[in-house]
């Protein structure tokens, strides 16, 4: 890695004309030479499956929920780090979309769905040299989250929705305690502690100082007492965006089930919590199998626009997939041909997705990676899923192709929309935060 500019001085160049003696090298030109395509069997032994047969209709209502996180620096000393978050959740019915010219939407028509129809959450965390109330980077940020989730200009719906699934209240047993985890202030003994009785926060039994519901989720796993990574801040953003997801699940569960069985909701991004965030991931499997089971399918899908699998799906497709097709890759495909790792150990996505991967090609021009819940036995994770386990997928199937966008490739109207309010990276918003880190440094 060549050094980075200072303040004095310039930074160190990369050379460009080291290239030329890799080149040279015998061995690299012996290697190189040697490569070769892909066999074609490779790329078209694929189990390429017809679509099901569609759904009467398209689900009339659609949930599109969508996040942007930006981590700012000042330019002045300390250089206090600040990372912002926004989340937004879009409502649209069908006939709102069949409004819109999906080529050159009108500017007004987008802004007057959007006034009735979209919510959205920001909030902000310090991520190194600041404090906050007086707080160490630690604690503060913890207690951030846990305000962040009761924020009042959602009305504290979104906390409610996460002690509905933590708790279970949905279930007609709901649980007494949350699942044991490490408390914050156990770093040197890692002593596990909880909460009960539907409690928001409560007092560590073990060390006697205050928890919050929200310290299960471990975020305090990856900070230090005085600064912060950046993960903690997509971390966050992820989990807001199911949160708000659920929440708008919640509310047609506890006000009008009948109207779940109309209702798309889509996520940007895999259906997916890593690591320690994964503690959510049972609750909502548990939920979709219970919902499902009482006769009420949630119709919920997650859509990756970039990483290795859709990569992958683009890899495929020098195969030409057919139209109206989809595949279903298994544990064993997904790491050997995805991932490019050993199937030994764990299920792929074991203890962190709440959907099964499907690559659908809907035609030439639009090909997606879905993420969908499967049904199966509570407990039982399925390595191998079939179309047939994955929750709505006929009506699914039926109702996606209504929201294509003709403006991006690959992309769904109610999720660009979703990124439309949601985003924070487009100029001039970096700058003005980065004046806002800068201005507010007391
Ligand atoms: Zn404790």
Redesign the pocket.
């Known amino acids: 890695m060549p050094y980075p500019a200072g303040k004095n001085l310039p930074s160190e160049l990369a050379s460009k004309l080291g290239h030329l003696e890799v080149l040279k090298s015998p061995l690299v030109r012996e290697i190189v030479q040697n490569f070769e395509q892909p066999a074609a069997e490779e790329v078209i032994d694929v189990k390429w499956e017809p679509f099901p047969p569609p759904s009467s209709k398209p689900l009339d209502l659609v949930f599109a929920v969508d996040g942007s996180w930006q981590a700012v620096t000042g330019e002045r000393f300390p250089y206090r780090k600040i990372a912002f978050v926004k989340t937004a959740l879009m409502k649209i019915d069908q006939i709102a979309l069949s409004k819109i010219d999906s080529e050159q939407p009108h500017p007004l028509a987008l802004r007057d769905i959007m006034a009735d129809a979209a919510f959205y959450h920001a909030t902000a965390f310090p991520l190194r040299h600041a404090y906050f109330k007086g707080l160490s980077v630690y604690d503060a940020i913890r207690q951030i989250i846990f305000e962040s989730l009761k924020d009042a200009s959602l009305e504290g719906e979104v906390m409610k929705t996460f002690k509905w699934l933590v708790y279970e209240s949905w279930s007609s047993s709901p649980r007494s305690a949350l699942p044991d985890f490490q ?1 914050p ?2 770093e040197k003994d890692g ?1 596990l ?1 909880t909460l009960s009785s539907d409690a928001e926060k409560g007092i ?1 039994t ?2 006697g ?1 205050e ?1 919050f519901i929200t310290d299960m989720l471990g975020f305090h796993l990856e900070m230090a007492e005085s600064a912060a990574s950046e993960s903690v801040a997509t971390a966050y953003m992820n989990i807001h965006e199911t949160l708000l997801l659920f929440t708008a699940v919640r509310h047609f569960w506890e006000t009008n089930r009948e109207i779940l069985k109309h209702c798309l909701f889509l996520k940007d991004g895999p259906l997916q919590l890593r690591a320690q965030y994964s503690k959510l991931v049972n609750p909502i499997r548990k939920f979709l199998l219970h919902a499902y089971s009482q006769g009420y399918p949630i119709s919920i899908v997650g859509q990756e626009k970039t990483g290795v699998f859709v990569d992958h799906l683009n890899f495929l497709l020098g195969g030409n997939a057919p139209a109206k097709h989809f595949f279903i890759p298994d544990h064993e495909y997904i790491c050997h041909k995805v991932l490019c790792r050993p199937s030994t150990g764990l299920p792929y996505g074991h203890d962190t997705n709440y959907g099964a991967k499907v690559f659908v090609v809907f035609d030439k021009c639009c090909r997606l990676v879905l993420s969908i819940p499967i049904c199966a036995k509570m407990d039982e994770f399925v390595c191998a899923p079939r179309a047939l386990q994955l929750i709505s997928f006929d009506k699914i199937l039926t109702t996606l192709p209504g929201m294509i966008s003709a403006r991006h490739e690959n992309a769904l109207v109610p999720l660009e929309m979703a990124n439309s309010i949601a985003s924070l990276s487009t100029y001039p918003s970096a700058q003005v935060l980065k004046l806002f880190a800068d201005a507010h440094v007391r």
């Open positions: 408390c202030y156990g002593h502690t560590c073990s060390c100082k928890i």
